[in-house]
Every structure is written in C-alpha cells, then in structure tokens.
Nanobody, 128 residues
Framework: QVQLVESGGGSVQAGGSLRLSCAAS????????MAWFRQAPGKEREGAAA????????YYADSAKGRFTISQDNAKNSVYLQMNSLTPEDTAVYYC?????????????????????WGQGTQVTVSS
C-alpha cells in the first residue's frame, strides 16, 4: 500500500504560481502512474495531470495544458505539480493519486476511478 502526503497549497492572486508536492511512501512498486486531480466546490473531480514511471509519459487536461507541469523525482518518491498563470477557475482541493493502470490512454489515466490510493488533499485558492 502506498501512502501519499500533499503539500504546497495556499492562496495566490490571479496570474500567480504555486508548486504542489506529493510524497509517496510504502510499497511504491504497486503503482505505475501518479496523478493530480482537483475538485472545485459543487463540481465533479477532474484529472489535471498524470505522469508514468519508467518512460515518463505525461498527460494534461485541456484546462492545464501550457500552464501546469507535472514532474517526478524517483529518488525522493515524489511528484510535483507546477502551476503557473493561475486563474480563479483553478480554485479547488488538489489530490495526489497513485495507481497501477493497465490502460495507458489519456482518458483512462485521467479517470479518477482507476486509482487506488489518494492523499488527503491540499487547498488551492486563486483570487481575482
């Protein structure tokens, strides 16, 4: 079982940047993808970005492309989400997730139901 702990959330003005971190511990061999999801008040959870181990494939939601960058440090068992040019629409609780996926299509990878381990979430608030 993998344990995930997020950090780095906070409040920022529109146009600003934040970097989220997710530290993984436990049986890290039980995952081949890690991802960041977010859930805004009154909205469904959506996948923002995902990264594979090994060949390092990345996927981004359309809303994140060009502004968010997901990366990983395997030595530290950590995944990061650099978020730039933030807008109030990015306000949400951001969750780190880990899973062992057998389908590597973008739709499947950014589908939250396919991950078995989740962090507690970190709040990101962007003010206009």
């Amino acid at each position: 079982q993998v344990q995930l702990v997020e950090s780095g959330g906070g409040s920022v003005q529109a146009g600003g940047s934040l970097r989220l971190s997710c530290a993984a511990s436990g049986d890290t061999s039980s995952r081949n993808w890690m991802a960041w999801f977010r859930q805004a008040p009154g909205k469904e959870r959506e996948g923002a970005a995902a990264i594979s181990g090994g060949r390092t494939i990345t996927y981004y939601a359309d809303s994140a492309k060009g502004r968010f960058t997901i990366s990983q440090d395997n030595a530290k068992n950590s995944v990061y989400l650099q978020m730039n040019s933030l807008t109030p629409e990015d306000t949400a609780v951001y969750y780190c997730a880990a899973g062992f996926l057998d389908n590597w299509s973008q739709t499947f990878v950014l589908g939250g139901e396919n991950y078995h381990c989740w962090g507690q979430g970190t709040q990101v608030t962007v003010s206009s």
